[in-house]
């Protein structure tokens, strides 16, 4: 994928919200599903996509919340969609997360270089910030699909 298609692909869904990220069932590859709206005036309907970054050889995720908003957001009943809203502290329960201020490549990562000698073929770093968590990953390949509503990264297809 050439770099300023990868950089298209990532400001396509700024300011949109992360439903779900983590490796494959397979294990290989990091997903992350972003739901992405428009102004309902427009008529185009939300859509969920899928951002494989493939041959992913690092993903780690940290903490975007404050040590003080942490104190504050011990609250098991922030984890209740029922509940969580009406206290005070971050309520885990909404179940995604603002990709806010959004994701970037980070060019000349070291990292990326490195692997890229050991592996031989192109590996790139992006960062991603959400409200919530703050993603760092190491991959060769972006992949971006549409998947449907209801879409399990989780599950295992029978035919699989």
């Keep these: 994928?050439?770099?300023?298609?990868?950089?298209?692909?990532?400001?396509?869904?700024?300011?949109?919200?992360?439903?779900?990220?983590?490796?494959?069932?397979?294990?290989?590859?990091?997903?992350?599903?972003?739901?992405?709206?428009?102004?309902?005036?427009?008529?185009?309907?939300?859509?969920?996509?899928?951002?494989?970054?493939?041959?992913?050889?690092?993903?780690?995720?940290?903490?975007?919340?404050s040590p003080d908003t942490w104190r504050n957001s011990l609250d098991e009943r922030l984890t209740d969609p029922h509940i969580g809203p009406d206290l005070d502290g971050y309520v885990w329960a909404v179940r995604w997360q603002a990709l806010y201020p959004g994701a970037q490549l980070v060019a000349e990562s070291q990292r990326a270089h490195e692997w890229a000698g050991h592996i031989g073929i192109d590996f790139h770093k992006v960062r991603i910030e959400m409200n919530g968590h703050n993603l760092n990953l190491i991959f060769s390949e972006l992949e971006v699909s549409e998947v449907p509503l209801g879409y399990a990264p989780y599950l295992v297809a029978e035919d699989e």
């Excluded at 439903?19 to 008529?43: F, K």
Aim: glycine share 2%.
């Design 1 to 65: 994928m050439e770099i300023a298609e990868l950089r298209r692909a990532l400001d396509d869904v700024f300011d949109q919200a992360v439903v779900y990220h983590a490796y494959t069932n397979y294990m290989r590859d990091y997903e992350v599903i972003v739901y992405v709206t428009a102004d309902p005036r427009t008529g185009i309907q939300p859509v969920h996509f899928r951002y494989l970054f493939k041959h992913c050889v690092q993903a780690e995720a940290s903490t975007a919340l």
